[in-house]
Each structure stands twice: as structure tokens, then as C-alpha cells.
């Protein structure tokens, strides 16, 4: 009996509160950072996609534009060529200037001494 004796007079544990509800603070601005970096990543990427399109527009016009100027340089030089042409050279002569072709009798030539 000596235990029930102890125990008696053993203090008595204190019941324990009722847990009382925390009230935790939103952790709201961490989100809404998250989500503004989040955003700012998403513009970045359109504003590059936007820019990279842009330059292929303007690549592809100045593809264009060079395989314009080459046909015209072929055109022009396929042009000089006909114009550069002997025949046509010596219609001119004969037209404007009133030149004619030397016949072998009329034609000379000069020997010159070694």
C-alpha cells in the first residue's frame, strides 16, 4: 500500500490546453513575386521571338532583293555584251560617220626595218 500512498500524493499532471488556432500569415507575397518573375521570363521570351521573326522578315526581304540585282546584273551585262559587239560597232560607223570597209587593194602596210 505504500505505492498507493505515493502515488497520492505524487503531484497530479495539469490537463493540457486546448490548442489554441495559430493564426499563420499568408505567405502571400512570395506567390506574387513567383508569379511577377514568372511573367517578366514569359515577356522576355515573346520580346525575343518577336525580334528573331522581325530579322528573318528583313533576311528574307534582303534575299529577295539580291536575287533581284543579280538577275538585273546578268540582264545589264548580257546587254554591255551585245552592245560591245563588232558587227554592230561597225553599223554604227557606217550609219553615222559614214565609214565602209576597206577593200585589199586599198588596204597597206608599212615594213619596218629590224
Do not use: F
Not at 61 to 80: H, I, P
Not at 93 to 114: E, F, I, M, N
Amino acid at each position: 500500500m505504500a505505492t498507493w500512498a505515493a502515488e497520492a500524493e505524487r503531484p497530479q499532471p495539469r490537463p493540457r490546453p486546448a490548442p489554441r488556432a495559430v493564426k499563420r500569415p499568408r505567405r502571400l507575397t512570395g506567390g506574387v513575386v513567383w508569379i511577377g518573375v514568372v511573367a517578366a521570363l514569359l515577356a522576355g521570351v515573346v520580346a525575343l521571338n518577336v525580334t528573331v521573326l522581325r530579322l528573318n522578315m528583313q533576311l528574307d526581304k534582303l534575299g529577295r532583293e539580291r536575287a533581284g540585282l543579280r538577275a538585273q546584273n546578268a540582264a545589264l551585262s548580257s546587254q554591255l555584251s551585245s552592245q560591245a559587239s563588232a558587227p554592230r560597232i561597225q553599223g554604227l560607223a557606217a550609219k553615222r560617220l559614214g565609214l565602209v570597209q576597206a577593200t585589199p587593194d586599198q588596204a597597206s602596210y608599212v615594213t619596218l626595218p629590224h
